[in-house]
């Protein structure tokens, strides 16, 4: 596929490079050609250059530890942190997530916007809570009641760890009916 390519990018760069020739023919149309015919009076046709566009370097304020030979000298320097913001959004501050199947939903703010390659996982407890994914918002289900601590990290192709956002605690309050004793019917 790249041979064909080539060559038809060849093809097509060597015509422009030609000679190129008019003449008006028996029928009075002006006729544009690499190769005039013979006895025909062909004037030569001056073609302006073409344009063309160097390559920039790259500003001086982009650096890629990966480029760079001495990266691996900076072992002691702390990670770059990818994302100005991550963090969960979503989630009461001073009351309980009334949740009486334990299902809600969490929001993940982020900035700049995550990475085709970066993926969100969120942390309950600690653990990681359910598969990591690309969308910002994230549902949960069956959480036990009682306090959780809940947190979101950036997780990169090869499942590393990037970022992690601060903890946040939060009370689940479900309905119980495990302590609830069966009441006899009365009679009618």
Known sequence: MRLLLAAISLAIAVPASAQIYQYID?????VYTDQPPEGIDATSVELPTVNTVDMQPPADNFTDPSLTADSDLDADAE????YSTLELTGLPDDQAIRANNGDFTVQVAINPELASQDRLQL????????PAGHSTTINVINLSRGEHQLAVQVLSSDNQVLQTSAAQTV??????????????????
């Open 26 to 30: 028996q029928q009075g149309n002006r």
């Open 79 to 82: 990670p770059a942190i990818p």
């Open 123 to 130: 942390l309950v407890d600690g653990q990681a809570y359910g």
């Open 171 to 188: 009370a689940i309050q479900r309905v119980h009916l495990g302590d609830r004793k069966p009441r006899p019917r009365s009679a009618p």
